[in-house]
């Protein structure tokens, strides 16, 4: 898959020299080096995920119909010209709901990624950068929250919780999701710890939080991103599938709602697929942008893991597994 | 033996977070659970809720800290009191009734998940390249489906569609459990579906976790000497490559095993399944707040079960590893 891409960069392989001699390259150009380097996994993730928040953001405007309309038809109607993607048992159009549902579902996700994420950062840094008691306590407390169970907690308190809000849920999600991402960015802080560049950075007498901020963050965005995407998709599939069993706010669309009601309209006794295959497969797109996305960006950082199409551009057809990693030399180079 | 020390203050730091998360859950919410219990009954005397009061186990009188000390009380008893939505059974009742379907089923699709899936990622690092190295994002893209969807397609094409399968309850009723014929096969063909929804979940995970990490061990030096002495491929595949692979798996093994209780929530809804995750929803939805809690209680200590056996695991199987934790 990405092999197609590798080949083709050898081209614009020259630029790298040109700009290397001044840091301050324009913010562009530096956007557009870091796209040629990322992975084609990772392209086509990102391009997906584009497509979903750009309907989030339309979509509402370029429904064809309103979602909540109803009809007095008794059954789910089969796809046609007029409802491309077929209606729900009281005439309602799958598409608008989708279209509709998109804005609630994206939101949802990004904002229980940034607010989890910011807290496994916080948690992270402080325990690995600050070691002793304050790492004790603080490894202690996320790995209480690693363990308790996520989803039937959620079923309990969101269950007293009547009629949830999108910002409850949000939140609650957040809560019981930021400790494995901690866990990872300590680890990760713990190693960088004692480089020599942290080291140099405390002896000219830095303060901790700039030696964070500065030193120790920017070497872990890699894992920071993969944290943050990795926390959007548990929030989108614990989202739906808590508003797939009832547990959500009706006013507003989501996938999950489209979902609920296709299973309690019993869509699957009838053989209305439609009423649930297109939401359900709209789901699945969108989890699957964010694995190819965090694919991409486990690739960008560990060059074994990169997809076994490259191993075969490289010719060598008995590869031994005890074999050094072969490592294709463009993105060596781009990651200069 | 600082790790033992560390290890025990997390399992007491954790039992004491479920325990007081289930106490304070009911008092803190809007809404009174008292009251939205005893609405389903009529006309009675301040007595008679005094009395039902302190059979749910509910005790609102006195200070906070004494309802504390006194739900501590009951928990250590295993008084989970009674529930609501099915008065007058106790709530440990219909939990020792609906545990044994969950742990079956969810068990054995777990422990067949992890064993293939791992299996598979050690083939798939083996042959790098290969052509299951090569389907394998299939499988992880399978991960990032919703679990009910999967299953309702399954539902749909094998057992309305095609017919080989029945779906919904544990058994065929009328069936009269025990241990007949009729009863295990009954048991056994309901469950082959769910089973197959799990395991085509949740296997991408344990594959690529194999894959990843037994790529990196089989580029180490000690692998390449057993090659160099000419031990058999398939020698220096398991037992130098997969045995020191392998031991990331066995950590996540054993959380998962302590999730099969929890994770099993969706797909017991689903099939309309008599295991836990549909008696916790079920309490959900009819406001059953001691059987919510006792669910959630008996889920927590699952999981910290497992979690012991997980540090036990590894530690017997990682020398290194006993100075540090399994996750």
Known sequence: ?336 | MAFIARRLAFYVATIWAAVTINFLIPRVMPGNAVASALSKFQNLTPQVVKALEIEFGFHTKGSLLTQYLQYWNNVVHFNLGVSTSEYPTHVSTIIGQTLPWTIGLVGVATVLSFAIGTLLGVVAAWRRGGLLDRVMPAFTLLQATPYFFLALLMIYLFALKLGWLPYGQGYTLGVVPGFTWAFISSAITHSILPALTIIATSIGGWMLQMRNVMLTTISEDYILVAQAKGLSSRRVMFTYGARNAVLPNIAGFALALGFVVAGALVMEIVFSYPGVGLTLYNAVTSNDYPLMQGIFLVISLAVLSASLLADIAYALSDPRARRRSAF
Do not use: C
């Open chain 1, 1 to 336: 898959m990405a092999v197609g891409q590798v080949p083709i960069d050898v081209g614009s392989a020259p630029a790298e020299p040109l700009a290397k001699g001044h840091r301050t390259r324009s913010f562009m150009d530096r956007v557009s080096a870091f796209r040629s380097r990322l992975p084609l996994k990772a392209k086509v993730g990102i391009t997906i995920l584009s497509l979903y928040i750009l309907v989030a953001i339309i979509g509402p405007w370029i429904a064809p119909f309103d979602p909540n309309a109803t009809t007095t038809q008794a059954i789910p109607e089969a796809p046609t010209i007029h409802h491309l993607l077929g209606t729900s048992a009281t005439g309602g159009d799958v598409l608008s709901q989708i279209l509709v549902g998109t804005r609630a579902t994206v939101i949802l996700g990004l904002v229980t990624g940034v607010i989890a994420t910011t807290l496994s950062v916080l948690v992270g840094t402080a325990a690995g950068y600050l070691g002793g008691y304050v790492d004790e306590g603080l490894s202690l407390f996320s790995n209480v929250f690693l363990v308790l169970p996520a989803l039937p907690l959620l079923v309990v308190i969101l269950g007293y919780l009547p009629h949830t809000g999108e910002l409850p849920t949000a939140i609650v999600l957040s809560a019981l999701g930021w400790a494995w991402g901690a866990r990872v960015i300590r680890a990760q802080t713990l190693s960088l710890r004692n480089r020599d560049f942290v080291l140099a950075a405390r002896e000219v007498g830095e303060r901790p939080w700039r030696i964070i901020v500065y030193e120790l963050l920017p070497n872990q965005i890699g894992l920071i991103a993969a944290s943050f995407v990795g926390t959007v998709l548990y929030a989108v599939l614990t989202s739906v599938a808590l508003a797939f069993l009832g547990i959500t706010n009706f006013s507003d669309w989501n996938y999950g709602d489209i979902l609920y009601w296709a299973q309690s309209g019993s869509a699957v006794n009838l053989g209305a697929w439609w009423w649930y295959v297109f939401p359900g497969l709209t789901v699945a797109v969108l989890g699957m942008s964010l694995v190819l996305i965090n694919f991409g960006l486990d690739e960008l950082s560990n060059p074994r893991l990169r997809s076994s199409g490259s191993l075969r551009k490289l010719g060598r057809r008995n590869w031994r597994p005890a074999d050094p990693t072969p490592v294709i030399r463009d993105y060596v180079e781009g990651a200069r």
